[in-house]
């Protein structure tokens, strides 16, 4: 298995502008994460989905940032305007979650990351 | 609200002797704990993990111990290599976190000495 799949590994863009981060999920998981790592807070939770379905955007910061899972495969992150202040590490996990079940299944698996740089 | 914490952000052994992470957490309804490690430039990947029905886990040179009344878990490594210098995320998860979400402490990175 290729395990989960990030592109771009890294980004430099100019404040303002879209950016797009896009990760393929293990085959077979049916849950997707996107966190954020930065010095300050850490690995923080932006959003999760649950068969494709989004399940909590609590973590997302602001309405610049949003998130898509058209399919089962395949998922986006994407901030329009970025600012100077979203420079971090971008990861994006899977996992087969059981409802109920609490066995290594739950296991998230993380991609390499994505490093964002708004200058 | 740090649901999970792990208060030392970074842990310097010499190589052979013993690394103790600690992890506190404040929600009751978490029932699974895991420990991630991570290096430079790679995403966190997994160690080990302890469901509250244990109190214990091991695998090998790495060993979790759970205290639920204390809300406390720690990762042992015995005996630590320098290949352990990465930073170690504790996680937690709980019935009702629909789909499998963790919420991670902020880290600690272990140095081990030659």
Known sequence: ?119 | DQQVKQNSPSLSVQEGRISILNCDYTNSMFDYFLWYKKYPAEGPTFLISISSIKDKNEDGRFTVFLNKSAKHLSLHIVPSQPGDSAVYFCAASGRGFQGGKLIFGQGTELSVKP
């Open chain 1, 1 to 119: 298995d290729a395990g989960v799949i990030q592109s771009p590994r890294h980004e430099v863009t100019e404040m303002g502008q879209e950016v797009t981060l896009r990760c393929k999920p293990i085959s077979g998981h049916n849950s997707l994460f996107w966190y954020r790592q930065t010095m300050m807070r850490g690995l923080e939770l932006l959003i999760y989905f649950n068969n494709n379905v989004p399940i909590d955007d609590s973590g997302m910061p602001e309405d610049r940032f949003s998130a898509k899972m058209p399919n089962a495969s395949f998922s986006t992150l994407k901030i329009q305007p970025s600012e100077p202040r979203d420079s971090a590490v971008y990861f994006c996990a899977s996992s087969l979650a059981i409802l109920g079940g609490r066995d290594l299944e739950e296991t998230q698996y993380f991609g390499p990351g994505t490093r964002l740089l708004v200058l």
